[in-house]
């Protein structure tokens, strides 16, 4: 879906593409929020953790959801701002060599004033294996069709 306010409707779903996680996001995420726990960065102590292995920050997975909403459901050229996640929770973890994808559904809309509306949305993040690591609550202020100077 790619349209201004008043084309989305509530229950249309979303698939968006996918993006596998390697060592070299989670390297940069870290070397600019310097969320430096040993889960993401340390390979000894990650071997030792429930996961296994060196996993993403959870901020790095939202931020990658949030490019796949840039990316697949508001084109460039409509105004748009981020207006808040409700809830995010993390299910299961993402490692190096997932590919995560989301499928989005159109909860609610509301009217915000003449020039913006809110959508709200609910994030399923999935990885290769078809496993839920996480769900989003978000909601984003997008910009309103303008009325027809014709009418």
Do not use: C
């Given at each position: 879906?790619?349209?201004?306010?008043?084309?989305f409707?509530?229950?249309?779903?979303?698939?968006?593409?996918?993006?596998?996680?390697?060592?070299?996001?989670i390297?940069?995420?870290?070397?600019?929020?310097?969320?430096?726990?040993?889960?993401?960065?340390?390979a000894?102590?990650a071997?030792?953790?429930?996961?296994?292995?060196i996993?993403a920050p959870?901020?790095?997975v939202?931020?990658?959801?949030?490019g796949f909403?840039v990316?697949?459901?508001?084109p460039?050229?409509?105004k748009?701002?981020?207006?808040?996640?409700?809830?995010?929770?993390?299910?299961?973890?993402?490692?190096?060599?997932?590919?995560?994808?989301?499928?989005?559904?159109?909860?609610?809309k509301?009217?915000?004033?003449?020039?913006?509306?809110?959508v709200?949305?609910?994030?399923?993040?999935?990885?290769?294996?078809?496993?839920?690591?996480?769900?989003?609550e978000?909601?984003?202020?997008?910009?309103?069709?303008?009325?027809?100077?014709?009418v």
């Amino acid at each position: 879906m790619q349209g201004y306010w008043d084309d989305f409707v509530v229950g249309d779903q979303f698939l968006s593409t996918g993006r596998t996680i390697v060592d070299a996001d989670i390297r940069l995420f870290i070397g600019a929020t310097d969320a430096t726990h040993p889960a993401h960065v340390d390979a000894v102590y990650a071997s030792k953790h429930p996961f296994g292995r060196i996993a993403a920050p959870g901020a790095l997975v939202v931020g990658v959801v949030d490019g796949f909403v840039v990316k697949s459901l508001v084109p460039a050229h409509l105004k748009i701002a981020h207006y808040g996640y409700d809830r995010v929770r993390f299910l299961a973890p993402v490692l190096v060599g997932d590919t995560i994808k989301i499928k989005a559904t159109v909860m609610a809309k509301k009217e915000r004033n003449e020039q913006f509306g809110l959508v709200y949305f609910h994030y399923d993040v999935f990885n290769q294996d078809e496993k839920t690591v996480a769900v989003i609550e978000d909601i984003q202020m997008i910009e309103r069709r303008p009325p027809d100077p014709a009418v």
